[in-house]
């Protein structure tokens, strides 16, 4: 067991030093590059946006379907998590009807709007050979699931690649439609002919002066949050959870014999609470202890004696133990014996007496 003392100066050190270092330092706001690395880790399409502005076009990131539409350029909508209000959605298609051009990802309210349905599949990604909007083909790396289905009977939608795209035309406008844009993003636009084929797609009439590029991500868990930014604070709480319970578990394995602890003898007990009472000056307390335990056992042993006088009792005692009757009356009635001496010389009369009733 941790000594008091330690745990008391240990946790005296700790407090120091917190006032020490709130002493010397003081908070300040720092702004640190991280640079594109780190950007790019948490906006997945840090590439494709910085791609379109080197062709040229004015993009712009943030989009209020509401408040911004009609738009005078392509609206390209990324990572499609995130449902549109009805107000948005509704807001959206009256605009492509009069002429807008949207390049997103398939999302229930798009799929269920031209009333086409997704299918999961077998098999793994695969590049396919797609014709752009010009007539020009680019290979592109699609993943093998989910893709759409059939799409017989449905007007003004035309496959653009086997499942994976569909161009969709909505009155005077268009809607490219995707199973999954992977090829955007930060990690895929290099590959392949990504680059060239999302430059072709947002060149509905000519190279745009300006593109709306929108990504409607869920938001993210807490969990995941605290995974891909507190990891360090995770680690740090498991190592100090393992020790506590490695420090509070119950041992493994057999319990070893200590053996019997001997017993202690009651008279320790006594001679210890004698001692006690002694070292604090309590010398006529252990001596009326000793007069009290006389007197009971003279009472016990000889009938009638509370029928005597004090001093009738004091002669009989000096009778039967032949102590002298100066000797006896200090013992049982005499102040001051807290020096040894004279301590000792009254308890052993009071012990002689007592050994005679």
């Known amino acids: 067991m941790i000594p008091r003392r330690l745990v008391l100066l240990l946790v005296a050190v700790g407090v120091a030093l917190v006032a020490l270092f709130f002493l010397l330092f003081e908070r300040a706001q720092v702004e640190v590059a991280i640079g594109p690395k780190a950007i790019a880790r948490h906006d997945p399409q840090l590439g494709a946006e910085r791609f379109l502005r080197e062709m040229g076009s004015e993009v712009h990131r943030d989009v209020d379907l509401l408040a911004d539409l009609p738009l005078a350029g392509p609206l390209v909508l990324l990572g499609m998590e995130q449902m549109f209000t009805g107000a948005e959605f509704d807001a959206l298609i009256e605009w492509m009807e009069e002429g807008g051009t949207v390049i997103a990802e398939a999302h229930p309210q798009f799929v269920d709007w031209i009333e086409v349905e997704m299918v999961t599949v077998e098999g793994s990604a695969h590049v396919l050979n797609i014709q ?17 289905g059939s799409i017989d009977g449905l007007e003004g939608v035309l496959e653009m690649a086997a499942g994976s795209a569909l161009d969709v ?13 992977d090829f955007s993003r930060n990690d895929h636009l290099a590959d392949y002919d990504h680059a060239a084929f999302l430059w072709d797609l947002v060149q509905n009439d000519g190279a745009p002066d300006e593109v709306w590029l929108a990504v409607r991500e869920a938001p993210r868990r807490l969990g995941t949050l605290v995974r891909e930014r507190a990891w360090m604070v995770l680690l740090s709480m498991a190592a100090l959870l393992g020790a506590w319970i490695w420090r509070s578990a119950t041992r ?3 319990i070893l014999d200590y053996g019997s602890k001997p017993r ?6 006594i001679r210890a609470s004698g001692d006690l009472l002694w070292r604090l000056g309590e010398s006529e307390r252990l001596l009326a202890g000793v007069r009290r335990a006389v007197r009971r056992r003279a009472m016990q042993r000889h009938p009638g004696w509370h029928s005597l006088s004090p001093r009738e009792q004091v002669v009989e005692m000096a009778s039967l133990s032949d102590v002298s009757g100066g000797l006896l009356d200090q013992a049982l009635d ?10 000792t010389r009254r308890v052993k009369t009071l012990d002689r007496v007592w050994r005679s009733l």
Do not use: C, N, Q, Y
């Open 264 to 269: 202690r003898s009651l008279l320790e007990h």
């Open 252 to 254: 493994i394995g057999p």
């Open 132 to 148: 752009g909007l010009d007539g020009e083909k680019f290979d592109v790396w699609m993943p093998a699931s989910p893709r759409f």
């Open 169 to 181: 035309e909505v009155g005077e406008g268009r809607l490219i439609l995707f199973a999954r844009t």
């Open 334 to 343: 005499a102040a001051g014996g807290s020096e040894p001496a004279t301590f």
